[in-house]
């Protein structure tokens, strides 16, 4: 491995210099596989350096485990376009062990299906940063953030770093039970260029990214600008994913400190399906389950012309796997920030960051009214004669006139963000001591609108516009504006005890303020489960969060690491969903919730071993591997229980929060990669993960035992196995990358599971000789394809609310996709 890299790999984690054993010793995949751990890695260059900079840049290889005492993952900008120019950063750590990360699109982009699961753990109990900023905890229909795919351009990543267990105490989350995933962003590079790229590929796929970079136009200064347009055809239905995004960075580094400035924008829509519903009674259910958008007139036929609360028997049939006439996702993000990191001497560096998001944002939805319990949603706003059924012919044929003689309804959820916040952190240096004292704070703002309109047979809404844009609501069913304020301190001591063990301590507190008004309150009753949304606030507070590790460098090839850390979940601040307790259906459960209820908690212990030996075994001339076993006690788990046994979620109703116990968790992770010189690397990485609930919990006035207690948690796979094979020439790269799945529990009583199974996906890569004399310095072409073997199964699954029902979303087809970039 080359010393860049190292470089590279050791900037990630610390702005000032560490003691030499304090460095962040690492294992690295280069492209393939699992790479050195070194006793004494050179010191760290400050960030944003030309030397950090060129670290982030051409690295191939990619750090997969290593920190000063716990267990983190890494992967750079160069093996995440490989893996798909274009990526989702948290797709991009699917490679890794104990990673599952799930969409039914190639990119992992759409959010409505992500399912992300890293040692037992869910999507939202982790924490998500990008250059330090909190993105919030990754829920759909986000209430405190965006996802990292919205924060910055998949090709302006310079890393992604992934703590999977213990997160550093300084993370400004209020989520990271179970680690953190930072994504850090490129520096603009030293010298004035262009770079171009246009990806075309299957389902009418194009992505089109340029990027400007100004060079140092004077004082060390530098920027760039950058944006991308990517619009591609859903694989199984008629909907187009479309985006435009824009970054700009500037940099400016003197010997006094380093400014940082990045603002992104992003405007997306992104078209979405229904998961396909399983019933463990049900004899047949489709692979697909497709929206009808945008054929109109067949639509109609499907829900038998405009008479569809007949009953057409094309609909009748599907039961609870009919299709809606469209869904999507409409999001738009501003999101910026400023940074001073101070070299106040060599000893002492002072960190300052500020920053700012906006969100706008619309869930929106259409389909037929007879579904989910529309038609008794719809009567208490209007009610038809007295006695009257509200599914009778004469009702659904006057809401049909209501809502625009179509049959069908338009349903939004309408939200917006505001955040900002600051950061600060203070590290000295003291003999063989490195401390560091750190804050954050975070005012936000954020409301949700349920509205229904119509839809009108004559003028047909459109997955592609808001229909707050051109029309007034027939129904606001609830409003809801929520105002937060996050504050967090931690404080920590890196002892370098001897060269070959260092010894960190420290912990962290952490506040939040919470209260919500409710301006349109739900008519009682008609938000299934509710009597009325809860109003108030809900303050939450833990001043003691320890963690404490070692590091031992055994030889100079080998370590040791040990380290232990209590986290906390705070309380969900969103609005009508989620595990959140403002979503609570009434006053009274509220109330009740905050003197009974704590918020989730998890004690993280793990250990482990690396190495890197160089071997001369005929063609074998390196290994380099770690394996690493934790084990996870997790307290006053939340869980939310439907108030209905409907899996729709067009007529949601308010959540029912129940205190499941605890889990238990141990596992294991093994990474290990053979060089064969500078040609080949075989990667590999075994994960195994056992997380089970202790108790059995109850539901209901009837108190109606759910037996869980030995139950495994649903979704989160017990094996996991990761391959990648890498073959280089002169100007050729061929890769193959495969993921097995094991086998998952698809409801919280394991009596519903689904297969694992294995994808292959491949890229062949030719960077084209250039002779230095024309206008291009750089000129590649690569070819990818996903799912070689075209494998079908479960990608997402939605964990059913009873025994014998789940949800889930398809695997995504052989995809191809065909890649020039060029450099000026």
């Not at 998949?154 to 703590?163: H, Q």
């Not at 080998?558 to 969103?574: D, G, L, P, W």
């Not at 280089?728 to 689904?754: F, H, M, P």
Request: glycine fraction near 10%; charged fraction near 15%.
């Amino acid at each position: 491995m080359n010393r860049t890299m190292l470089l590279a790999g050791a900037a990630a984690l610390a702005l000032p210099v560490a003691p030499a054993a304090a460095q962040d010793s690492q294992i690295v995949r280069d492209g393939t596989g699992v790479a050195p751990a070194t006793a004494a890695a050179p010191a760290d260059p400050a960030p944003g350096t030309e030397a950090d900079q060129a670290a982030t840049d051409a690295a191939t290889d990619v750090v997969v485990t290593g920190a000063v005492t716990r267990s983190v993952t890494q992967i750079g900008n160069v093996e995440i376009q490989k893996i798909l120019p274009g990526i989702s950063p948290l797709k991009a750590l699917q490679t890794l062990p104990g990673v599952t990360y799930l969409t039914a699109d190639p990119w992992g982009n759409n959010e409505q299906n992500i399912s992300l699961f890293i040692h037992g753990f869910n999507a939202q109990q982790l924490g998500y940063t990008l250059d330090g900023v909190p993105l919030g905890d990754q829920q759909y229909g986000n209430y405190n953030g965006l996802s990292p795919q919205r924060a910055i351009i998949s090709e302006n990543v310079g890393r992604v770093t992934l703590a999977s267990g213990a997160g550093d105490l300084g993370t400004a989350s209020t989520s990271n039970l179970g680690g953190t995933i930072d994504t850090f962003s490129s520096d603009p590079r030293a010298d004035f260029g262009l770079t171009a790229a246009q990806t075309v590929g299957s389902y009418q796929a194009t992505r089109s990214y340029l990027r400007l970079d100004s060079g140092d136009i004077g004082q060390n200064t530098r920027l760039y600008v950058s944006g991308v347009r990517q619009r591609a055809r859903a694989w199984d239905f008629n909907g187009y994913q479309n985006g435009w995004q824009g970054n700009a960075k500037l940099v400016h580094d003197d010997s006094h400190g380093k400014l940082t400035a990045y603002f992104a924008y992003s405007d997306k829509t992104e078209p979405n399906e229904d998961a396909t519903v399983v019933a463990a009674n049900q004899a047949f259910q489709p692979y697909i389950r497709p929206f009808l958008y945008s054929d109109l007139a067949n639509t109609l036929k499907y829900f038998n012309n405009q008479y569809a609360y007949n009953g057409a028997p094309s609909y009748a049939a599907a039961g609870s796997n009919y299709s809606n006439y469209y869904g999507g996702a409409l999001r738009t993000d501003y999101l910026g920030y400023a940074k001073y990191d101070w070299r106040a001497t060599d000893r002492v560096t002072w960190s300052n960051q500020v920053y700012f998001h906006h969100n706008d944002g619309v869930g929106i939805i259409a389909g037929p009214i007879t579904a989910a319990g529309l038609p008794l949603l719809f009567s208490y706003y209007y009610p038809g004669a007295a006695g009257s059924s509200p599914t009778s012919p004469t009702n659904l044929a006057r809401l049909s006139t209501i809502f625009g003689n179509s049959g069908l309804a338009t349903r939004t959820t309408e939200y917006r963000i505001d955040r900002y916040g600051g950061l600060s952190t203070l590290k000295i240096e003291l003999g063989n001591h490195q401390i560091e004292l750190g804050g954050w704070y975070e005012r936000q703002s954020s409301s949700s609108y349920r509205r229904w309109y119509a839809f009108d047979i004559n003028d047909p809404s459109s997955v592609y516009r808001r229909p707050n844009s051109y029309a007034d609501p027939l129904i606001t069913q609830y409003g809801s504006e929520v105002r937060v304020e996050e504050i967090q301190t931690h404080i920590q001591d890196a002892w370098q005890v001897v060269p070959t063990l260092l010894v960190q301590a420290g912990f962290k507190s952490t506040f939040q303020k919470a209260r919500q008004a409710v301006p349109v309150q739900p008519i009682p009753g008609s938000f299934t489960g509710s009597r009325e949304l809860p109003v108030g606030r809900l303050n939450t507070d833990e001043w003691f969060l320890p963690q404490a590790g070692v590091l031992w460098d055994v030889t100079a090839s080998e370590q040791v690491f040990v380290n232990a850390q209590k986290n906390i979940r705070q309380f969900q601040t969103s609005a009508a969903a989620g595990l959140s307790p403002f979503a609570l259906g009434s006053q009274t459960l509220f109330e009740a919730f905050k003197d009974q209820t704590k918020p989730e908690t998890s004690w993280t212990y793990e250990g482990g071993v690396r190495t890197r030996r160089a071997l001369a075994l005929g063609p074998i001339t390196g290994f380099e591997g770690q394996i690493s076993y934790y084990h996870v006690d997790f307290s006053n788990r939340l869980l939310g229980v439907s108030p209905t046994q409907t899996i729709s979620a067009v007529a949601s109703g308010a959540t029912i929060l129940a205190n499941v116990g605890s889990v238990t968790t141990d596992g294991v992770d093994v990474a290990g990669t053979l060089r064969f010189g500078d040609t080949v690397s075989l990667y590999n990485a075994v994960s195994y993960n056992n997380s089970r609930y202790d108790n059995d919990y109850t539901v209901g006035a009837a108190q109606t035992v759910v037996p869980t207690a030995g139950k495994k948690v649903p979704g989160s796979p017990e094996w996991l196995n990761k391959t990648v094979a890498t073959l280089r020439t002169d100007g050729v790269e061929l890769q193959l990358i495969g993921d097995y799945i094991g086998k998952r529990y698809a409801t919280y009583t394991n009596d519903l599971s689904v297969k694992g199974y294995f994808t292959l996906s491949g890229r062949v890569g030719f960077d084209m000789p250039l002779s230095g004399e024309g206008l291009a310095k750089k000129l590649g072409v690569s070819l990818n394809v996903t799912n070689i073997t075209d494998q079908r199964g479960a990608s997402t699954i939605s964990i059913g609310a009873a025994s014998g029902t789940y949800n889930f979303f398809p695997v995504a087809p052989r995809q191809v996709f065909a890649t020039i970039t060029a450099g000026f």
